[in-house]
């Protein structure tokens, strides 16, 4: 199939329009949508809140009669299944669309190819990014929808690592002084990931030094997942005590733990806590757990000891870390990253996909685990 002109520009702000459901839609996809008529955009919507309008199905009200004989750029294949909403699909055919171009298809197994073949069988024209040679938005768009591909296609939450760190790589000084290397719009960016995760990860280290209360305070998570993030633990002694910040805040803690000392666990759940006894508290078997209790976005925020682990198993999919403008220096000054690392930089792990952002005087740098999106399009016939 011939790419029109506007093809690529026209996909490009359907991603554009499907980022602004960020907070609200999990745990479904990001979905924009654009109608392009003879005289060009007529209408465009996204996916505001799950339960709510689908993307197509707000661009169509929008463009009303126009639609009729439009193209629809959708940036991820339509619904051709009842779940909350109708299917997308029969939105589309009820106003008369010509043709559909969505950036890759959905790995749903209720959708997987089923919308656009649907379209297809009724006389819709309909075509994939590649397909039109916009293939290049691929990537981009996977990477927007991260937090819903990483379940649906690899079978377990989406597991980001997320720190702050001087430009010299320290966590903190040698006497652990750690308030605050991020500046305020730093410390704003770390609080918005809490409102896209729905739960934070640290290890009981960290609760110890920090007391934090790792909870949600801006207010931008809507839809059926906003309120308390869960927060979790990985405690192998249970020292957390039950006088933890955490634990005051309110909302659900759940503390992972080795077992024993049936005392300190009473006490936990006394103040709120669920305590969860594993052999092993492994990345692995903690995300497994997770994905069973319906987590589909993790959030790590350390501490160091937590994040090598996860990283020694090769268990995460997206790294952010925000650097600040100071040299701190110190031969014991910790790093976000600890273990016995590597003897050679070749077993290095090696990232991908880099993005770099300001957020008031610091830099945050965003990668992706290499191979990650190469496993995800090929579950979604983009690869």
């Given at each position: 199939?011939?790419?029109?002109?506007g093809?690529?520009?026209?996909?490009?702000?359907?991603?554009?329009?499907?980022?602004?459901g960020?907070y609200?839609v999990?745990?479904?996809?990001m979905?924009?949508?654009?109608v392009v008529?003879?005289g060009?955009?007529v209408?465009?919507?996204?996916?505001?809140?799950?339960?709510?309008?689908?993307?197509?199905?707000?661009?169509?009200?929008?463009?009303?009669?126009?639609?009729?004989g439009?193209?629809v750029?959708?940036?991820?294949?339509p619904?051709?299944?009842h779940?909350?909403?109708?299917?997308c699909t029969?939105a589309l055919l009820?106003?008369?669309?010509?043709?559909v171009?969505?950036?890759?298809?959905?790995?749903d197994?209720?959708?997987a190819?089923?919308?656009l073949?649907?379209?297809a069988?009724?006389?819709?024209?309909?075509a994939?990014?590649?397909?039109v040679?916009?293939?290049?938005l691929?990537d981009?768009?996977l990477a927007?929808?991260?937090r819903?591909?990483?379940?649906a296609?690899?079978?377990?939450?989406?597991?980001t690592l997320?720190?702050?760190?001087s430009l010299?790589?320290?966590?903190?000084?040698?006497?652990f002084?750690?308030?605050?290397?991020?500046s305020?719009a730093?410390?704003?960016w770390a609080?918005?990931?809490?409102?896209?995760h729905d739960a934070?990860?640290?290890g009981?280290?960290t609760?110890l030094?920090?007391?934090p209360?790792l909870?949600?305070?801006l207010g931008l998570?809507h839809g059926?997942?906003?309120?308390?993030?869960?927060?979790?633990v990985l405690?192998r002694?249970?020292?957390?005590?039950e006088?933890?910040?955490?634990?005051?805040?309110?909302?659900?803690?759940?503390?992972?733990?080795?077992g024993?000392n049936?005392a300190?666990r009473?006490a936990?759940?006394?103040a709120?806590?669920?305590?969860v006894p594993?052999?092993a508290a492994?990345?692995?078997?903690?995300v497994?757990?997770?994905?069973?209790?319906?987590?589909g976005?993790l959030l790590v925020?350390?501490?160091?000891?937590?994040h090598?682990?996860f990283v020694a198993?090769g268990?995460?999919?997206?790294v952010?870390?925000?650097l600040?403008?100071?040299?701190?220096?110190?031969?014991?000054a910790p790093?976000?990253?600890g273990?016995e690392?590597?003897?050679?930089?070749?077993?290095a792990?090696?990232?991908?996909s880099?993005?770099?952002?300001r957020r008031?005087p610091?830099?945050?740098?965003t990668?992706?685990r290499?191979?990650?999106?190469?496993?995800?399009?090929?579950n979604?016939g983009a690869?």
């Amino acid at each position: 199939m011939t790419a029109t002109d506007g093809d690529l520009r026209h996909l490009r702000r359907a991603l554009r329009l499907a980022a602004r459901g960020r907070y609200g839609v999990a745990p479904n996809p990001m979905v924009g949508c654009v109608v392009v008529g003879d005289g060009g955009v007529v209408g465009e919507g996204f996916h505001a809140e799950a339960g709510g309008p689908h993307a197509e199905v707000a661009a169509l009200a929008a463009a009303g009669g126009r639609a009729r004989g439009a193209t629809v750029y959708v940036s991820l294949e339509p619904c051709a299944h009842h779940g909350r909403t109708p299917p997308c699909t029969e939105a589309l055919l009820a106003a008369g669309v010509a043709r559909v171009v969505a950036i890759h298809r959905d790995p749903d197994p209720r959708v997987a190819g089923g919308g656009l073949a649907r379209l297809a069988a009724a006389g819709v024209e309909v075509a994939t990014a590649q397909e039109v040679g916009a293939g290049a938005l691929v990537d981009e768009a996977l990477a927007l929808n991260l937090r819903y591909l990483v379940p649906a296609v690899l079978g377990r939450p989406l597991v980001t690592l997320k720190w702050a760190s001087s430009l010299d790589g320290r966590i903190a000084t040698r006497g652990f002084d750690s308030r605050w290397i991020s500046s305020p719009a730093g410390r704003r960016w770390a609080l918005a990931l809490r409102e896209e995760h729905d739960a934070i990860l640290v290890g009981s280290g960290t609760v110890l030094a920090d007391d934090p209360r790792l909870d949600r305070r801006l207010g931008l998570a809507h839809g059926p997942r906003a309120g308390a993030i869960l927060r979790v633990v990985l405690d192998r002694r249970l020292r957390l005590p039950e006088t933890a910040r955490l634990l005051a805040a309110g909302g659900p803690v759940l503390v992972y733990t080795r077992g024993g000392n049936e005392a300190r666990r009473r006490a936990l759940e006394a103040a709120g806590a669920e305590v969860v006894p594993l052999a092993a508290a492994r990345p692995a078997v903690v995300v497994a757990d997770l994905h069973r209790r319906g987590v589909g976005s993790l959030l790590v925020e350390g501490g160091g000891e937590v994040h090598a682990a996860f990283v020694a198993a090769g268990l995460f999919d997206r790294v952010t870390a925000s650097l600040a403008p100071l040299v701190v220096g110190g031969r014991t000054a910790p790093g976000p990253v600890g273990g016995e690392g590597p003897s050679r930089l070749a077993d290095a792990v090696r990232l991908e996909s880099f993005t770099v952002r300001r957020r008031g005087p610091d830099v945050v740098l965003t990668a992706l685990r290499t191979g990650c999106l190469r496993e995800l399009s090929s579950n979604v016939g983009a690869s």
